[in-house]
């Protein structure tokens, strides 16, 4: 691979990539189209991450593709089975013949005299080599997810060094580590430490969750019975699209009333806690957050499994700061030391935009953070790009399907109206809030700022609301005033934008 010009360019082979290249193939089915993708296999976060009990934590009828049914009796899945689920579709839908593996996408430059984007990606050779490889496109479609896959977040503890025992990182899980009878401590409060607790705590000696602060958690069951029972009476895909719509009214109905009524939603939250665990249980110290539901991202465990491993003596909470290492564990600042032959940092992601390229138009440098995102899909300035990025209160697939579904749209657009340039356009509006509002979890805090921002008003917001983005991404008209089309520029004596604006208007 290198040199070939394509229509449209997928960066990423993971969920949101294979719905990309399914919707093209549907809807635009003359483009041409390759995806690059850095690792060997299909699957994304559903590949690199392979910590024990690894699993979905919002439901895979909304997290499932739209044109594809999830029939698996298990609502919140298993990682394996939603890597095989992601793979046999791009098998099923020929779209594995369109991944270049082992590609990491460098970088981006766009050129409006030519209308393409140049797409330069570092190969790695079956024997380790790497080579710089270039080729152009016409339309940049970004699906590499919204975090570093190189390495996940770890903080610097003091005295971290002189702890003689395991320190692993969930993102790096090792395939040899065997804890069985072993002592552990979980750092972290998160979808992944509460995912590790109750698998780990099955075969470990004992398995303590260390947080700074607790994080709400709700309990789901791992089946959906009303979705299995309607696969029994129904073919399966009315079935699928029946139980998609009842959980995404479900989901919504919560969000809002978590916003609308945060003591309410939060005391129903921790009595539940309090009913399973007991009264003797410090619940207040344990499993009351300090910040209202919702402000960071719910945490959901199928069939109150860590609540069980917990009243089963085989794990355990300890909320407090860390003070330093030991060389047996961790000491607190509250005096208490935890021991530990191996230690799991759950301390999270490092957020990455456009999985780490670098984006150029007409020789300029892009700096995300000064753009606006105009449907929460493309930037302000910058043509013939889109990006997914999904929910952050419902499962992200809702959003990749309806992003995929609208840049078939647009694709349509330009060519009925003999475009081969859109921009996004801001004018007067101006950035009033961060990409992803009221939502302040560490690794969105550390780094939102230096992502594309939001305007005061559509289509410069980027809504957490699943209805309004099928009206913005489905229905509504694609041509906008905040949208330009135009060609490469072809009248000597002016400048490339007004030569292309006079052509298509
Ligand atoms: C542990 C974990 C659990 C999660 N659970 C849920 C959940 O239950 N529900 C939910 O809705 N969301 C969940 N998420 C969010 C999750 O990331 C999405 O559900 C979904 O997997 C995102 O799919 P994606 O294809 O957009 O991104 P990813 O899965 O991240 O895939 C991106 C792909 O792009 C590739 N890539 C990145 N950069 C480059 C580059 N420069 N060049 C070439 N290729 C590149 C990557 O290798 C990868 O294959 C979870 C995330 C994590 C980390």
Redesign the pocket.
Known sequence: MGGERFDVLI?????????AAYHLQKYCPKKSYV?????Q?????????R?PG???????L??GYSFRPWTNPKA?AP?ED?RNY?AQTARDEGIDRHICFR????RATWSSQDAAWTVT??REGADGREEQVTLTCNFLF??????R?SAGYLPEFPEMQRYAGRIVH??AWPEDLNYAGKRVVIIGSG??AV?LLPAMARTAAHVTMLQRSPTYIVSMPEQDRIANSLRRVMPAAWAYRISRWKNVAYMMYVYRLALRFPKFVKTGIIKQISKTLGSDYDVATHFTPRYNPWEQRLC?VPDGDLFEAIKAGRASVATGAIERFTEAGIRLQSGEELQADIVVTATG?VL?A????ELEVDGRRVNLGSTLAYKGVMLSGVPNLAA????IN?????K?DLICGYVCRLLNRMDRKGARQVTPRSGDEQAVAPFVEKFTPGYMERAIVSWPKQGAKAPWRVYQNYLRDVWSLKWSPVDNDALEFSNPAEVPGISTSEAARQQVA
């Open positions: 960066i990423g082979a993971g969920l949101s990539g294979i719905d995806i690059l993708e850095q690792r296999r299909i699957g994304g976060t559903w590949d690199l991450f910590y690894v699993r979905s934590d919002s439901d895979m909304t997290m919140i990682g939603i992601v590609h990491r996408v460098l990606a570092l970004s699906c590499a997810g919204y975090y896959y969930p993102q979808a992944t995912t959901l992601l990455q456009f999985g780490g390229a997914v990025f999904g929910y419902a499962s992200w697939t809702l990749a």
